[in-house]
């Protein structure tokens, strides 16, 4: 009996190992792949975080951090560029992936050093300086009991360039960052320092935000800050063809509901055919003592992310251990400020060789599952390595000029794989005008901050307001100082004069 037992117990022993060996072994080799040799960046030079966009620059100017200082810097700055016919670009983190803040052989601001803070106790109203990262800002409001109304999935994000592309996040059932912002500052072409809001200069106030740094330089921004609050975790697992009844049922039925996000399985076999819902609910108000960083599994996590760049298994792999850890998390409790406080580093692709790429695609909520089945359709015909696709609700926008949700929308968030190389580039192009065109035969829009892929006609289709909007640009900036790659592929092209007369 005890022979027999042992022997069972080994061959049981032998039999784990076996199952564990595939998997284990895969992570190993995705560890060993996971190279840190991103070169430093050439002196001179401007990229982003697409690292497809090295530019020669003629002057790259970080801003100083004291107020006054920095004012009297820009204006100079502002002066020379007038006289000197030179555009004006402005960064601060730099997560745009289509040169949005870079224009050629330019002037280019740099406002991370931008980014005093200031919180009003009694209104929840945090003033910031643009340059301040969120993972500057959630720190300072968690001292307070206060937190983020609106922002990205992660703290990397400039708060400037956030406002310049007009960012959403998963917080459930809100519209885009615009509606949480009171007031701003901004630096005009002509030197002029404004102060928009609604009430005040409120055309320019809806053309900053989500105006990519065409219209001036953001100084600082009034936001609407919530309180800190301690939710709990919960799934559903669902076919993709489900997800909107099980949204309807387990978040928009749900009154503690506040942040929520969906995933899709990408494995070749069950391409997109499975979903898992994630949400958190309320609990109760958050202490001051609430931890802000996860304490552990950032290195597996990243270990088992990255496997899923190596081939279909690794993706397989990838989807099996989330559901898993997805699954012994259910019921856990963590603060807002703490899910806001993830970091990029997690999953950002540290290879020269290798770069990620975003698509976002903005679908009607009635649109969802036949959106799921176009990408069914298309993603699979060409040559690209699609490691995800988060989905997020986002709710109608009307504070922006170049709004992107008209309703409510479902984000189509969507993480490519790829070689840092111009071929590459030209390679997804077609990918990206299909799904682009796809989208907009749903009644949908595409996100404008990624690669600049998308035709000029899809750009006006997607964004009916274009022309209106590069028309107010020149109405606010004649001389065109402010100016970035997007600018300069999108805005209306003169008509050359021997075209023109033939058409009279």
């Not at 996971?34 to 401007?46: T, V």
């Not at 949005?100 to 991370?112: D, F, K, L, S, Y």
């Not at 340059?131 to 400039?158: C, K």
């Not at 701003?184 to 320019?204: H, I, M």
Request: with cysteine; hydrophobic share 40%.
């Amino acid at each position: 009996m005890k022979r027999r037992f042992l022997y069972g117990f080994t061959l049981s022993g032998l039999l784990l190992g076996a199952v564990l060996l595939r998997p284990g072994a895969h992570l190993i080799q995705a560890i060993r792949h996971d190279e840190h040799n991103l070169p430093a960046a050439a002196s001179g030079y401007a990229d982003d975080v697409s690292r497809l966009n090295q530019t020669r620059m003629d002057t790259i100017v970080p801003v100083a951090a004291d107020t006054a200082q920095a004012l009297r810097q820009l204006r100079g700055l502002l002066a020379q560029a007038r006289t000197r016919h030179l555009p004006v670009s402005i960064a601060g983190a730099r997560h745009s992936m289509g040169g949005h803040t870079i224009a050629p052989g330019g002037m280019q601001v740099n406002m991370r050093p931008f980014r005093h803070m200031r919180l009003d106790i009694v209104s929840g109203t945090l003033t910031v300086g643009a340059g301040a990262l969120w993972a500057d800002i959630i720190p300072y409001l968690n001292r307070h009991g206060r937190a983020i109304s609106t922002m990205q999935s992660d703290n990397a994000f400039s708060v400037g360039g956030s406002i310049s592309v007009n960012c959403h996040g998963w917080q459930h059932n809100r519209p885009p960052i615009a509606a949480t912002v009171q007031a701003f500052r901004l630096l005009k072409a002509d030197g002029a320092v404004v102060t928009c809001s609604r009430q005040q200069n409120a055309e320019l106030f809806g053309l900053v935000l989500g105006g990519y740094g065409l219209f001036g330089i953001l100084l600082d921004v009034q936001l609407q800050t919530v309180p800190n609050e301690v939710y709990s975790y919960h799934r559903v697992p669902v076919p993709a063809a489900g997800y909107d009844a099980a949204y309807r049922r387990h978040v928009d039925q749900n009154p503690q509901a506040r942040m929520v996000y969906g995933r899709l399985n990408v494995n070749r076999e069950q391409f997109l055919e499975h979903a898992t819902l994630n949400y958190f609910a309320y609990e109760r108000p958050a202490t001051r003592q609430q931890p802000l960083t996860d304490p552990g599994f950032a290195a597996t996590k990243r270990a088992v992310f990255l496997s899923s760049k190596e081939d279909d298994y690794g993706k397989e792999l990838r989807w099996n251990a989330e559901q898993l850890f997805s699954r012994l998390m259910v019921g856990q409790e963590v603060s807002r400020n703490q899910i806001m406080n993830e970091n990029p580093e997690l999953y950002l692709n540290q290879s020269a060789g290798r770069t990620d790429i975003l698509h976002e695609y903005f679908i009607p909520r009635r649109q969802f599952y036949r959106f799921v089945q176009q990408l069914q359709r298309i993603v699979p015909r060409h040559q690209t390595n699609l490691l995800n696709v988060t989905i997020r609700n986002v709710y109608r926008d009307e504070d922006t000029f170049m709004r992107y949700a008209d309703e409510e929308m479902f984000a189509f968030v969507m993480f490519f794989d790829q070689p840092a190389t111009a071929e590459a580039d030209q390679q997804m192009q077609p990918l990206t005008q299909e799904l682009t065109a796809a989208a907009l035969q749903l009644g949908g829009t595409y996100y404008l901050p990624y690669r600049l892929h998308a035709t000029p006609a899809q750009l006006r289709t997607a964004y009916p307001m274009a022309d209106a909007f590069f028309q107010k640009k020149l109405q606010y900036d004649p001389q065109e100082v402010f100016q970035n790659y997007f600018y300069q592929r999108y805005k209306p092209q003169p008509v050359p004069a021997a075209v023109a007369q033939a058409t009279h």
